[in-house]
C-alpha cells in the first residue's frame, strides 16, 4: 500500500485570468459560448465503463435565457443508483491499490486539462448553466477547481508522509498505513459552484476511494464537463459515477447500502439534518460507521466599527452582497452600520448599484445574471415583496424583479428598524442584503446580537480602522463563522489560503481545500513489527530480588 516516502512542491494559487478586451481568453471564452449555444447536447450518465441514455430526459436552459435549450440530459431512476454503487464496488479494490503517486497524476493532469484546453469550455459551460458572469465563472471552474485538485495532491503527499514519531525503537519498526475507507462514498454538491461539485467526489476518491456523485440538476451541463476532463485525466471506470436521479429516490437505494462509507456533501441545511437523521437510523446496516462530512447554509453577517472606511466597508458589501447574485453560501445578507457612518455608506452603495448593469452573461459588461431557477425567483421575490410592505423596513434601492426572459432580480437593500427581522435572520440565498444601523456606541452589544441572532456560522466580517475594536470583534464572535474576515468582504476564500467551512448549522467544518478535509477519507492501520520478540511470558518484576 501507498506509504508517500517523499512529498511534492507546495502548488501556488492558479493566476485569474483578466479577459480583458482584445485577450485570447476573452475570444476563446465568446467562441466557446457561441458554440454551446449553436447546439443542443445529450448528457448521459456515466456509470462504469458506460455512458447512459435513458428514455427519460431533462430539458436544460440558461437561467437568464430561460427560452433557449442547451440540451437534455438523461434522467436516471434507482437502477441507475444500485448500477452506479456495483460500478464503483467493483472498482474499489484495484483503485485502492494504485499507488498514491499514480492517483496524484490523474487528477494534477485534470488541473493541467483544466488551466488548457478546457478552460474555456469548463468556464462557458458554467456560465451558461448557472448564469455566471465570466469572472466568477473563472475564479470557480477553472481556478478553485485547480486549486482543489493541485493543493489536495500536495495534502495528500503530506498525508501519506506521516510516520510515528518513533519509527523504529529497540527491536521493533512502527509505521502507520492510510487506508480508503470500506465501502463506496455518495458525493451530493449543489448548483452553484463548479469547484464544489469536482471536489466533492475527487477529493474521497483521491485519497483511494470510490464514488457516486450526484449534482444538482441545475448544474449538470458543467458537470459534465467535469466528467469529461476526469476521463481524458485517465480515471479508471468505476472510480467516480455521475448520476441523475431524484434525491429521496437516490437515498432510498444508498442510506441502505451496508457499503455505504461516507457522505460528501454541500447543500441545504434541512436536507443535511435529514441525511444525518437517516444515517443514524440505519446505522446498524452498515460495515463501519460512514463519515459525515458537510457544508450547508449561512446568514453571513458584515458588522462595522465607527473606525471603519465608509467606501471599503461600502464596497464590501456590494460586492459581499451581490457577486454571483448572492448565490453563495457566504454572500453578505445581514449588515450592522453604525449610525454615524450610515449615509456616507448608503451614497457609496447607491452609486455602485446605479452602475451594475444585470443581464445575460454573454455581454461581459453585466456584472448582475439571473438567479438559477423559477423556484428560487419566486422564494426571493417573495421575500422583498413582503418587505416592501412591512412596517419598520425602508427599501434603500433595487426591490424589482422580471422572470419574462430571465430569473433576474435587481440587487435589493433593505435597511430594518427591528435586528431580528426576517430577512435579517433566514438565508435567502439571493441578492437581497438587510442593514440594521445601530448606536456607534453600542458596539461591543451589537456584536452580542451578531452572534446571537441565526444558527448560521459559516462567514462573517468586520470592518474596523481600530485594532482593539477589530479584536473585540475576533473575540466576540470567535464562534460566530468559520472564516471570518477582517476589512473584507466574507466571501471568496482562496484555496491553500482560506481553508473553508463553518459551524453550528452551516456544517461539519471540515475545511474544503485542507488536509483535515482528506483525513476525513482515509482509515487509519497503525503497524509494529518486533525483529525479536519475547519467548517467556515473565517480566522482570516476577523475578525474585
Known amino acids: 500500500m501507498s506509504k508517500g516516502f517523499f512529498s511534492i512542491p507546495r502548488p501556488t494559487n492558479e493566476p485569474v485570468l483578466a479577459y480583458a478586451p482584445g485577450s485570447p481568453e476573452k475570444a476563446a471564452l465568446k467562441a466557446a459560448i457561441a458554440e454551446f449555444r449553436s447546439q443542443e447536447a445529450d448528457i448521459p450518465m456515466y456509470i462504469g465503463s458506460e455512458l447512459v441514455r435513458t428514455d427519460v430526459k431533462k430539458r436544460l436552459a440558461p437561467p437568464h435565457d430561460h427560452q433557449h435549450t442547451l440540451g437534455h440530459f438523461s434522467y436516471g431512476d434507482r437502477s441507475h443508483v444500485e448500477q452506479a454503487i456495483q460500478a464503483a464496488l467493483d472498482a474499489k479494490e484495484a483503485w485502492g491499490n494504485l499507488e498514491w503517486e499514480q492517483r496524484a497524476a490523474i487528477f494534477l493532469r485534470a488541473a493541467d486539462l483544466i488551466a488548457g484546453p478546457y478552460r474555456a469550455k469548463i468556464n462557458a459551460a458554467t456560465m451558461l448553466g448557472q448564469s455566471k458572469n465570466a469572472f466568477q465563472a473563472e475564479i470557480?471552474?477553472?481556478?478553485?477547481?485547480?486549486?482543489?485538485?493541485?493543493?489536495?495532491?500536495?495534502?495528500?503527499?503530506?498525508?501519506?508522509?506521516?510516520?510515528?514519531?518513533?519509527?523504529?525503537?529497540?527491536?521493533?519498526?512502527?509505521?502507520?498505513?492510510?487506508?480508503?475507507?470500506?465501502?463506496?462514498?455518495?458525493?451530493?454538491?449543489?448548483?452553484?459552484?463548479?469547484?464544489?461539485?469536482?471536489?466533492?467526489?475527487?477529493?474521497?476518491?483521491?485519497?483511494?476511494?470510490?464514488?457516486?456523485?450526484?449534482?444538482?440538476?441545475?448544474?449538470?451541463?458543467?458537470?459534465?464537463?467535469?466528467?469529461?476532463?476526469?476521463?481524458?485525466?485517465?480515471?479508471?471506470?468505476?472510480?467516480?459515477?455521475?448520476?441523475?436521479?431524484?434525491?429521496?429516490?437516490?437515498?432510498?437505494?444508498?442510506?441502505?447500502?451496508?457499503?455505504?462509507?461516507?457522505?460528501?456533501?454541500?447543500?441545504?441545511?434541512?436536507?443535511?439534518?435529514?441525511?444525518?437523521?437517516?444515517?443514524?437510523?440505519?446505522?446498524?446496516?452498515?460495515?463501519?460507521?460512514?463519515?459525515?462530512?458537510?457544508?450547508?447554509?449561512?446568514?453571513?453577517?458584515?458588522?462595522?466599527?465607527k473606525s471603519a472606511d465608509a467606501k471599503a466597508l461600502a464596497t464590501g458589501l456590494v460586492r459581499g452582497g451581490f457577486e454571483y447574485q448572492g448565490q453563495k453560501c457566504s454572500a453578505a445578507s445581514r449588515a450592522y452600520v453604525p449610525a454615524n457612518l450610515w449615509d456616507e455608506v448608503k451614497e457609496y452603495m447607491l452609486a455602485d448599484l446605479k452602475e451594475i448593469k444585470m443581464g445575460g452573461v454573454e455581454d461581459f459588461s453585466n456584472f448582475v445574471n439571473a438567479v438559477i431557477d423559477e423556484k428560487a425567483f419566486d422564494k426571493i421575490a417573495g421575500y422583498i415583496d413582503q418587505a416592501k410592505q412591512d412596517a419598520g423596513v425602508e427599501l434603500i434601492a433595487g426591490g424589482n424583479h422580471d422572470k419574462t426572459k430571465g430569473y433576474f432580480i435587481e440587487p435589493t437593500v433593505f435597511k430594518a428598524?427591528?435586528?431580528?427581522?426576517?430577512?435579517?435572520?433566514?438565508?435567502?440565498?439571493?441578492?437581497?442584503?438587510?442593514?440594521?444601523?445601530?448606536?456607534?456606541?453600542?458596539?461591543?452589544?451589537?456584536?452580542?446580537?451578531?452572534?446571537?441572532?441565526?444558527?448560521?456560522?459559516?462567514?462573517?466580517?468586520?470592518?474596523?480602522?481600530?485594532?482593539?475594536?477589530?479584536?473585540?470583534?475576533?473575540?466576540?464572535?470567535h464562534q460566530a463563522a468559520g472564516n471570518f474576515y477582517i476589512n473584507d468582504k466574507p466571501t471568496g476564500a482562496v484555496v491553500g489560503q482560506q481553508p473553508f467551512g463553518g459551524a453550528r448549522a452551516s456544517g461539519t467544518n471540515d475545511k474544503a481545500g485542507a488536509m483535515i478535509n482528506l483525513l476525513r477519507w482515509v482509515s487509519p492501520r497503525t503497524i509494529k513489527e518486533n525483529f525479536n520478540p519475547p519467548k517467556d511470558y515473565k517480566y522482570p518484576f516476577l523475578q525474585e530480588s
Request: hydrophobic share 40%.
Open 417 to 477: 428598524e427591528d435586528p431580528k427581522y426576517r430577512t435579517m435572520c433566514e438565508e435567502i440565498f439571493g441578492p437581497v442584503l438587510t442593514i440594521h444601523v445601530y448606536d456607534p456606541e453600542k458596539y461591543q452589544e451589537t456584536l452580542e446580537l451578531v452572534d446571537q441572532t441565526s444558527p448560521y456560522a459559516l462567514t462573517g466580517a468586520v470592518f474596523s480602522n481600530d485594532r482593539y475594536a477589530a479584536e473585540l470583534a475576533t473575540k466576540k464572535l
Open 140 to 305: 470557480d471552474a477553472a481556478c478553485e477547481l485547480i486549486d482543489f485538485l493541485r493543493f489536495n495532491v500536495y495534502y495528500m503527499s503530506e498525508i501519506y508522509q506521516q510516520q510515528p514519531v518513533v519509527p523504529f525503537s529497540p527491536n521493533t519498526w512502527n509505521r502507520t498505513e492510510q487506508r480508503p475507507l470500506e465501502g463506496f462514498i455518495f458525493a451530493i454538491t449543489p448548483f452553484n459552484f463548479t469547484a464544489i461539485a469536482g471536489n466533492l467526489p475527487s477529493a474521497p476518491a483521491m485519497m483511494g476511494n470510490t464514488a457516486v456523485w450526484k449534482p444538482a440538476e441545475t448544474q449538470v451541463f458543467a458537470a459534465n464537463v467535469v466528467m469529461e476532463v476526469f476521463r481524458e485525466a485517465g480515471l479508471p471506470d468505476g472510480v467516480i459515477n455521475l448520476i441523475y436521479v431524484d434525491g429521496p429516490e437516490a437515498g432510498d437505494v444508498v442510506f441502505k447500502h451496508p457499503d455505504f462509507a461516507g457522505l460528501h456533501f454541500t447543500g441545504s441545511t434541512g436536507v443535511f439534518q435529514h441525511l444525518w437523521k437517516t444515517i443514524g437510523e440505519n446505522i446498524a446496516m452498515y460495515k463501519s460507521y460512514p463519515r459525515i462530512v458537510g457544508e450547508t447554509g449561512g446568514k453571513d453577517f458584515v458588522i462595522a466599527h
